[in-house]
């Protein structure tokens, strides 16, 4: 097992999302789709919904999941994320990848894969340091230090990344990350080795105020 368990009444109360999540929620595309990683029982696929994004919240409570059953917006599939294939089709893209409290490292590669052009990772968990605080205390559920930074660079461009002590809303070791996979253009195959690969497009602003 390499993950942070997702079940526990912590996760599954419902709550108010994550400050990191509402803090870069604004980079995400308007209407864009938003894919909830082991949602529990959707305090952030509730928020995005709520915020005009189509979600689709991957759980394997299954009480967990029948609770966003109503709420419009939310698309939910039951499945085990680390016990069974990707449930996802291979060429799924969306506007934002999301994830909290949640740490399979196999998966990563994964969900860096989902993000469509332009798309944007927001990913939030424990990291090592909090077995001196609490749970989660096993190594397989920490991640090292820099570990989500490596793990998002090349591949995305870091608009955010924070490694280090929470007091609040408990003591907690934190890494969390902010990161988009920037759109591109294509160039000739003789200019493709000098030519950086977001040349001729549009710059992008990244608001950092939320």
């Known amino acids: 097992m390499t993950s942070t ?3 526990g009444s912590p996760a599954h109360g419902l709550s108010e999302p994550s400050r990191w999540v509402r803090r870069w929620a604004h980079l995400i595309a308007p209407g864009g789709d938003v894919l909830d990683v082991a949602c529990g029982a959707g305090r952030h696929t ?6 005009g994004h189509p979600v689709m919240a ?7 999941l029948a609770t966003l059953h109503d709420v419009a917006g939310v698309a939910t599939l039951e ?9 996802l089709a291979a060429d799924a893209r969306f506007a934002a990848v999301v994830v909290t409290n949640y ?32 749970k989660p205390s096993n ?4 991640l090292a230090p820099g570990e989500l930074l490596a793990v998002c660079m090349p591949a995305l461009r870091v608009i955010a990344y924070q490694d280090g002590f929470l007091s609040q809303p408990r003591e907690a070791y934190i890494q969390r990350i902010c990161a988009v996979r920037e759109k591109t253009t ?3 195959p003789e200019r493709a080795g000098n030519v950086p690969e977001n040349q001729g497009l549009p710059v992008t602003r990244y608001d ?3």
């Open 5 to 7: 368990p997702a079940a």
């Open 46 to 51: 509730r928020w995005l919904a709520s915020r």
């Open 58 to 64: 991957l759980d394997r409570d299954a009480a967990a």
């Open 79 to 87: 499945c085990d994320l680390e016990g069974a294939p990707w449930p």
């Open 103 to 134: 740490l399979h490292r196999p998966l990563m590669a994964r969900l860096l894969e989902a993000l469509a052009p332009g798309g944007v990772l927001i990913y939030e968990t424990f990291a090592q340091g909090n077995e001196t605080v609490g």
């Open 139 to 142: 190594p397989a559920f920490l």
């Open 186 to 188: 294509s160039v000739s």
């Open 208 to 210: 950092l105020t939320g």
